[in-house]
């Protein structure tokens, strides 16, 4: 093949160099607008697996990377004038420039023609003379540019400003400072690459940059190559017990604004991305060099397993896509949980640093103990301690108190509409839906949404509280929960709005009934979606009618003996569209800002709470983002629960989206669980109000991790408990744990330790004549010493 690479960063290079290894006969050039001495960076870090395939693609490289690794295992991060030390990580980083000498060297003896100094000719002509075109020219790609109508990209640019810088002082291991200053909070992020020298990034968010005065070189323009050392300067004075007396080292440092780089596709024919073309992932989870070396890797074998070029591009971005969209998605929590670092500023020491190691979701709380249960010990002290608790426990079998109701764990089992109910009776179903989950172990057990008429039922199916029938029904699944469990029952309790008048789930969701259907009401005459019914505009009698129905249907929960109520005020239902923008036009006192478009959910919130039994508590659920351009975002979703907590609500359930049918959700594991973080930080302590995440949270591992970083007070789970009706029990076991948290209903108490399985029964002999010396994990720390035996200090 004739191939033509456009950059010669080390995607570009490696690439190189191992399809020369493939095969020879490769005639091969690369084009680099730099100097082969031009590196702009100071270290990069790499993965074990990453060094793992490294290793097996180029056992001459790996060697002689492996030679000027600066390797440790800890992170030391210094905040609120404490340093907590976690063992266990595993790093190793090495100098850019030697990392580019090493694969320019390599590119020689393998007869790489590299030209330095000289832009790539124009792509057109480099695809009529090339088999394959590869594009390793950077964040601001020339190529991607070329192409842009096929590659869609979507370029992110976020909030906090960072600074790219070296020092001279050697770190023994991954470093973060957090600093408070009169104008915000700043970080460092550092680690050493050598025996000589460290990284030292600063980042902080843009409006702690202006206060700082940071801004004043904000339109000078630098050249390629030259620093901000006005800023660099600066820096030094801000940090000087970071930096130890030494110095800082700049490399074409000035300010920049990390862009996030997403594109609908990578490849055009016989062109093709890699690395910051194609994708970036902020700095604080890893390298932007290691995920286009993988690029590379991942290509070059695909292009030797495929018989055509074009296959093999659909192949290699087949592959490469789920594991880039996976790592991007952490690097969207790391940056986002950096960006709003300044939340966290009155956490313990020991939290932040466990919130600072889990912010990605990557690395959980079973990650850290596995690596070091020491810190790992530390955090469950904590944790009870901070909650003034008698004992440590897992953190999801501690108690909490939501208002005044004391909840024995801090699980509950999400609404899930069943649409199964008669007429808005529930039935035998609801009595064993709901009563198993409640036996299975949960704090709180939830109803699904329970309409307050029948015209604000979402389908025929769905169950309601406005007559006595219906009522009476409850009180029989509520008498079951109470008699059989030590869980608390809720009922949720809402209005369909323009969501109304559909098929059960299983027959269409979201589509309208064919025949028997009903009148849909809304703010404004706008459909859900393509093919929803338009709803007819709610007039004043409209609403205080509506607000009579749920007033009548508080009354009949609390007289069924529900120990709690949750206002429905998200996913769209009418309530919901009265807070969005996306769904509310009104040009009266309920339309137009969020404190008019307020105005009726805290009406109908008010009515409620005057007649619900004020001993009992009430919840409100909302959608913490709408997912839409025009919708609300989680900037309103704060100023809308604290709103809820000043009229009294007990409790804010978090969810999203579900507001209009052409809403674009980033989903992921425990997506949602931001979005609660956010508000426990900037209303939690100040209202004492209970915060719970929801969404995509299915391990007793990740319940633990949010409740431990104070992410959340509890944590709902919907999916999970269809999939097991046991799982809190099943998780208690699990996690070895017996107490008043999670107590087995009597005639289950035989099964509450796991089942064996195959061979795990067996008793293995000893076969060593000498016992070998095992490590413990518990007390080894190993730091980057240069110049001396590197071996595991205590």
């Known amino acids: 093949m004739k191939i033509a690479i456009a950059g010669g960063g080390p995607g570009g290079l490696y690439f190189a160099t191992l399809m020369k290894q493939l095969d020879p006969a490769h005639d091969i050039t690369v084009w680099e607008r730099n100097a082969p001495d031009d590196t702009f960076g100071f270290g990069v870090v790499f993965s074990d697996e990453t060094l793992d395939g490294i290793d097996n693609a180029d056992t001459v490289f790996s060697a002689a990377m492996a030679r000027r690794f600066a390797r440790w295992t800890d992170i030391d991060i210094h905040y609120g004038g404490t340093t907590t030390t976690v063992g266990g990580q595993g790093f190793a980083a090495m100098s850019r420039k030697e990392l580019l000498r090493l694969l320019q060297e390599r590119c020689r003896a393998l007869g790489v023609t590299v030209l330095y100094s000289t832009p790539a000719p124009d792509t057109e002509l480099l695809r009529s003379t090339h088999d394959l075109v590869v594009a390793a020219d950077g964040l601001n790609s020339a190529v991607r540019q070329t192409y842009a109508e096929v590659f869609s990209p979507t370029l992110d640019h976020r909030r906090n400003k960072y600074m790219w810088l070296g020092t001279d002082r050697v770190f023994e291991a991954f470093q973060f400072f957090v600093k408070q200053t009169q104008w915000g909070t700043m970080q460092v992020h550092g680690y050493p690459y050598s025996d000589g020298g460290s990284t030292f990034i600063v980042e902080m968010h843009e409006d702690v940059w202006r206060k700082a005065g940071f801004d004043v070189t904000e339109d000078t323009h630098f050249p390629p190559g030259v620093s901000d050392e006005q800023a660099v300067r600066r820096l030094a004075e801000l940090f000087p017990e970071v930096l130890a007396g030494h110095e800082l080292l700049t490399n074409n440092s000035k300010w920049l604004s990390f862009t996030t780089v997403r594109n609908a596709r990578w490849h055009h024919g016989t062109t093709v991305l890699i690395g910051d073309a194609a994708h970036t992932a902020h700095f604080s989870i890893g390298s932007g060099t290691k995920l286009a070396m993988e690029d590379s890797l991942a290509l070059a074998a695909c292009l030797h397993e495929q018989p055509r070029v074009e296959s093999a591009l659909a192949a290699y971005e087949a592959e490469r896509r789920p594991v880039v969209e996976s790592t991007q998605r952490a690097a969207q ?32 709380y079973d990650n850290l103990r596995a690596r070091d249960a020491d810190f790992a010990d530390r955090v469950d002290a904590v944790f009870a301690s901070s909650h003034n608790l008698p004992s440590v426990a897992p953190a999801m079998f501690q108690p909490h108190h939501l208002g005044s109701m004391r909840l024995e764990n801090r699980i509950v089992v999400s609404p899930m509409d069943m649409y199964t109910a008669v007429d808005g009776v529930p039935g035998e179903f609801h009595l064993v839906h709901l009563g198993s989950r409640a036996m299975g172990g949960p704090g709180l057990v939830m109803t699904e949404m329970v309409c307050v008429s029948p015209e604000g039922r979402i389908t025929p199916g769905c169950t309601g509280l406005w007559n006595d029938e219906q009522r009476d029904s409850w009180e029989r699944v509520v008498s079951f929960v109470h008699s059989n469990s030590n869980a608390r029952i809720g009922v949720q309790i809402g209005h369909s709005g323009r969501k109304g008048s559909t098929r059960l789930m299983w027959e269409g969701i979201d589509d309208p009934l064919e025949s028997g259907n009903w009148e849909v009401v809304g703010p404004s005459p706008l459909p859900y979606g393509k093919g929803s019914q338009i709803p007819r505009e709610l007039t004043r009698a409209d609403m205080d009618r509506i607000t009579a129905e749920f007033v009548d249907a508080a009354r009949r929960g609390a007289a069924a003996g529900f120990d709690l109520l949750e206002l429905h005020c998200a996913h769209g239902y009418l309530l919901s569209s009265f807070l969005s923008p996306a769904a509310n036009l009104r040009t009266d006192e309920y339309g137009g800002s969020l404190e008019n478009r307020l105005r009726y959910p805290l009406e ?17 659920r909302i959608s913490a983002t709408d997912w839409l351009p025009e919708g609300n975002t989680v900037e309103e979703a704060v100023d809308i629960a604290r709103s809820f907590a000043a009229h009294g609500a007990d409790a804010i359930d978090v969810s999203s989206g579900q507001v209009a049918k052409d809403e674009r959700p980033v989903y992921g594991r425990s997506y949602q669980t931001p979005f609660a973080d956010r508000i426990r930080q900037e209303i939690g302590a100040a209202t004492g109000i209970t915060v719970i995440a929801v969404g995509a949270i299915s391990s007793y591992d990740d319940v633990n991790t949010i409740l431990l970083a104070g992410r959340a007070d509890l944590c709902a789970l919907g999916r999970t408990h269809l999939y097991d009706p046991h799982w809190t029990l099943h998780a208690a076991a699990e996690q070895e744990y017996r107490g008043a948290a999670a107590l087995w209903p009597l005639p289950f108490r035989a099964g509450r330790r796991k089942p064996p399985s195959a061979r795990t029964d067996a008793v293995r002999p000893r076969l060593s004549l000498l016992r070998a010396d095992e490590p413990d994990n518990r007390h080894v720390h190993l730091r980057w010493t240069p110049h001396r035996d590197q071996e595991p200090v205590a």
Do not use: C, K
Not at 345 to 356: H, R, T, Y
Not at 605 to 615: I, K, S, T
């Open 333 to 364: 929590a790391s940056l986002e949980w950096f960006e709003n670092i300044g939340a966290y500023a009155g956490q313990d020491p020991v939290q932040f640093s466990f919130n600072l190691l889990t912010r990605s979701r990557r690395i959980t």
């Open 604 to 620: 109908v919130f008010d009515a409620v709470r005057a007649v619900w039994p004020h001993e009992r508590p009430m919840s409100v």
